[in-house]
């Protein structure tokens, strides 16, 4: 099978992550964590449109809001934040915090974080000093409208990739530090999630040592799609096997996450980091065509 991947213009981001694809504005919505960047690719114009959240440092992840089209949620450090954005102007602004998690660990960040088919929000932290890929101090958290957040996992590394099943019941979770993927059974009714089992071990694919799994996704086949932070790959994965279907080569290292997008939702948007001075394309967004596979667009965070 011939894949194509692609730069989407103009689309840098120094550590880019969270892709989210809009239906209602034919966009993609994606972050650049460590500077509060928050971005918006309009696939019509075929153009990004980049702005700053005034006075923050992160911005982990951008969730648009239910009913309120210039509303997001957004981790701003320990704090999921509301931000107003025209996803337009270079400017965005924090109108409220939504909640805060971990408010006593000062040296933490929150990380990844998505809405599951019934717009929840399940997210995690991490400790962002340090060497973050050996410590434990993060946690996975859910939250819905009216409630607190509910930790589901503790002595969590680099909570990082999140992706449901509905048809299958199963919700997969990644521990960057952990160099595996996890199901859990889960509930959507309720959005409990129960029983992890370890079904996708990064540690032997290289034999130059273990890959750091980062973002995650799933097609409507069941299949998942995993980044890889040092690896330069997006691996298809069965889950019930723990089989590799295909390995989605890209033109750089720090493969950050994935989200399937466009009209058809047949393609996977791809973002990358420049951490470390990597050579160009670094920090690119990326987009693949040619997969034969279609995923699930992006949910609103209901609040």
């Not at 086949?221 to 298809?236: E, L, R, S, W």
């Not at 493969?255 to 791809?270: E, H, K, M, Q, R």
Request: proline letters at 5%; aromatic letters at 12%; charged letters at 20%.
């Amino acid at each position: 099978m011939s894949y194509k991947v692609e730069a989407v213009p103009d689309s840098y981001a120094a550590l880019g992550e969270g892709p989210h694809w809009d239906v209602d504005r034919q966009s993609l919505y994606y972050v650049d964590l460590e500077s509060a960047g928050i971005n918006r690719y309009d696939f019509k114009q075929n153009k990004v449109y980049k702005a700053k959240i005034e006075g923050e440092i992160f911005a982990s992840f951008i969730l648009p809001v239910e009913n309120k089209p210039q509303e997001f949620a957004v981790g701003c450090g320990l704090r999921t934040v509301i931000v107003q954005w025209d996803g337009v102007s270079a400017v965005a602004k924090v109108t409220r915090t939504l909640f805060e998690v971990q408010p006593d660990l000062k040296e933490n960040r929150l990380n990844d974080a998505k809405t599951d088919p019934n717009g929840r929000f399940y997210g995690g932290t991490m400790a962002a000093r340090g060497d973050i890929f050996t410590q434990w101090k993060g946690e996975l958290y859910s939250w819905q409208a009216g409630g607190q957040p509910n930790a589901i996992r503790s002595k969590v590394g680099i909570s990082n990739g999140l992706a449901w099943d509905v048809k299958a019941k199963k919700f997969y979770f990644i521990d960057t530090n952990n160099h595996e993927v996890l199901a859990y059974d889960y509930n959507q009714s309720t959005g409990a999630v129960s029983n992890p089992k370890v079904i996708f071990d990064l540690r032997k694919i290289r034999p130059e040592g273990p890959l750091f799994p980062d973002g995650m996704t799933v097609d409507t086949d069941g299949n998942i799609y995993v980044a890889t932070f040092n690896g330069g790959t997006v691996f298809k994965v069965n889950p019930s096997t723990g089989k590799i279907l295909l390995e989605i080569k890209i033109p750089t290292t720090q493969i950050t996450s994935v989200a399937f997008g466009g009209p058809n939702l047949d393609i996977l948007y791809v973002t990358t980091a420049n951490k470390f001075d990597q050579p160009k394309p670094a920090g690119t967004t990326f987009q693949v065509t040619g997969l034969n596979a279609k995923g699930y667009a992006g949910v609103n965070l209901k609040i």
